[in-house]
């Protein structure tokens, strides 16, 4: 019998909705952390019947990666209370720390209005309510997985459902939040365990209102592993989500340098009332961001001639390079893709006569059942380039004048063919990265 992990990739694949994803991840296995003695080892004690934990389908692989001990270590970073599940899964219903009265972000906004503002302008914020989230989950009949990162606290739920799918058994959530159901991933999901705020750094316990600890997990790539890493067993060689996997085998990753040196970058500010310091931004820039993937990305456009005749014709070349993402370009959702595109317009902006727009597609494509195995990957791994070329031949009865090259680069959530099936506005799904503009006279 397929496993229910499995039918819900399968309805992914036949829904249409996914294109095709994966790439590497190793199982946690308790065993290799235990050799590493920088992890903490993991808590064999049963879980308590009806906790979250308990409610977690052990058949789902850990989202942290493992390859090795030492590549484990450097995923979790330091040691310190470990924050997040080991399988997939709602993090525990949690309590407002004393004094506070609310796990809403409204409640951080009064001391941390800074932090608040910029989570607020993040994907985090509206994990739960974009567009194309809710497309996907309207096309896979809602199921209750898909919520384990886009709503992670077990507050956020209105149903705690005991097996997977969402026809299998569920019960009432006594500590369901309307309001933190639309913060997405809030502030309570990584900062708030047990009744005490945790933080990256140390802080005295009698500088804050309320309980503090320091736990060095969110300084390194644990904090977003357990979101941005997944495979099912069986499918080790090619993980469903692999973007922690990537960054392991790349530069950065030997480096040592985490997530957090890029997508949290160092700013200075008000961080909790009128204390100013530099702090790790919380706008989290991400795949859609067009400043994050311009900081990624480089674009370098050759032409064989530097002019053009009528009837002649044009022959370029782009190059487009890694350069500042320690992950795969794009990364996560296997439906997510890359285009380059190439236009010729004429001095009036028009496309050039007897020519045509052409696009190369960059992306995954795996077989649309279990286990998945990947058929092809032409996305651009960190520090790796690729190049495109170009011939279109003028018409004779273009007129002389100066025309213009247009090199430009664009990040899709979903495909153009499946956005239209699932009706999305391209809007909705395409982020423009970059743009070169190369005058060509013509003679």
């Known amino acids: 019998m397929k496993h229910p992990a499995l039918k819900l990739l399968s309805l992914l694949l036949l829904t249409g909705w996914l294109a095709g994803p994966?790439?590497?991840?190793?199982?946690?296995?308790?065993?290799?952390?235990?050799?590493?003695?920088?992890?903490?080892?993991?808590?064999?004690?049963?879980?308590?019947?009806?906790?979250?934990?308990?409610?977690?389908?052990?058949?789902?692989?850990?989202?942290?990666?493992?390859?090795?001990?030492?590549?484990?270590?450097?995923?979790?970073?330091?040691?310190?209370?470990?924050?997040?599940?080991?399988?997939?899964?709602?993090?525990?219903?949690?309590?407002?720390?004393?004094?506070?009265?609310?796990?809403?972000?409204?409640?951080?906004?009064?001391?941390?209005?800074?932090?608040?503002?910029?989570?607020?302008?993040?994907?985090?914020?509206t994990a739960s309510s974009n567009p194309v989230y809710l497309a996907a989950l309207k096309a896979l009949g809602d199921p209750p997985e898909c919520q384990d990162c886009h709503l992670p606290l077990a507050n956020q739920r209105p149903y705690l459902h005991l097996g997977p799918g969402s026809s299998g058994p569920r019960s009432e959530n006594p500590s369901y939040s309307p309001t933190l159901a639309q913060e997405g991933?809030?502030?309570?999901?990584?900062?708030?365990?047990?009744?005490?705020?945790?933080?990256?750094?140390?802080?005295?316990?009698?500088?804050?209102?309320?309980?503090?600890?320091?736990?060095?997990?969110?300084?390194?790539?644990?904090?977003?592993?357990?979101?941005?890493?997944l495979a099912l067993q069986g499918a080790e060689e090619h993980p469903f989500l692999d973007t922690v996997g990537e960054w392991l085998r790349s530069p950065w990753g030997e480096a040592e340098i985490p997530c957090q040196e890029c997508h949290m970058p160092r700013v200075s500010g008000q961080v909790a009332g009128a204390r100013y310091a530099a702090y790790s931004s919380h706008g989290f820039l991400r795949q859609r961001d067009p400043q994050a993937l311009r900081r990624a990305l480089t674009l370098e456009v050759a032409l064989r001639s530097p002019e053009l005749e009528r009837g002649s014709e044009?022959?370029?070349?782009?190059?487009?390079?890694?350069?500042?993402?320690?992950?795969?370009?794009?990364?996560?959702?296997?439906?997510?893709?890359?285009?380059?595109?190439?236009?010729?317009?004429?001095?009036?902006?028009?496309?050039?006569?007897?020519?045509?727009i052409e696009s190369h597609w960059m992306g995954r494509e795996v077989q649309s059942t279990p286990p998945f195995t990947q058929l092809s990957d032409t996305r651009l791994q960190a520090a790796s380039s690729r190049v495109f070329d170009y011939r279109q031949k003028l018409s004779t009865a273009s007129k002389a004048g100066r025309f213009t090259l247009v090199v430009s680069v664009h990040w899709w959530a979903v495909a153009p063919e499946r956005a239209k099936k699932h009706e999305l506005d391209e809007q909705q799904v395409r982020v423009q990265v970059l743009e070169q503009r190369i005058p060509v006279p013509v003679f």
């Open 22 to 125: 994966s790439a590497p991840l190793v199982l946690a296995e308790e065993e290799q952390q235990q050799d590493d003695g920088r992890a903490e080892p993991m808590d064999n004690d049963e879980a308590e019947p009806g906790s979250a934990e308990s409610r977690r389908d052990s058949a789902l692989s850990p989202p942290i990666w493992s390859a090795s001990s030492n590549n484990f270590t450097r995923a979790r970073g330091s040691s310190g209370p470990r924050l997040f599940p080991q399988r997939l899964g709602p993090i525990a219903a949690q309590e407002p720390p004393a004094p506070m009265s609310s796990l809403s972000a409204q409640a951080c906004n009064a001391c941390h209005g800074e932090l608040h503002d910029q989570w607020r302008s993040s994907g985090h914020s």
């Open 185 to 229: 991933v809030t502030c309570a999901a990584c900062h708030i365990r047990d009744g005490v705020i945790y933080g990256p750094r140390e802080l005295h316990s009698s500088a804050a209102p309320h309980p503090v600890a320091q736990a060095e997990s969110l300084r390194g790539t644990e904090a977003c592993s357990y979101c941005h890493q």
């Open 314 to 356: 044009l022959r370029a070349s782009a190059t487009l390079l890694n350069t500042g993402a320690g992950h795969a370009v794009p990364t996560g959702d296997p439906s997510h893709r890359l285009e380059l595109r190439f236009e010729l317009v004429d001095a009036q902006g028009n496309r050039a006569r007897g020519t045509s």
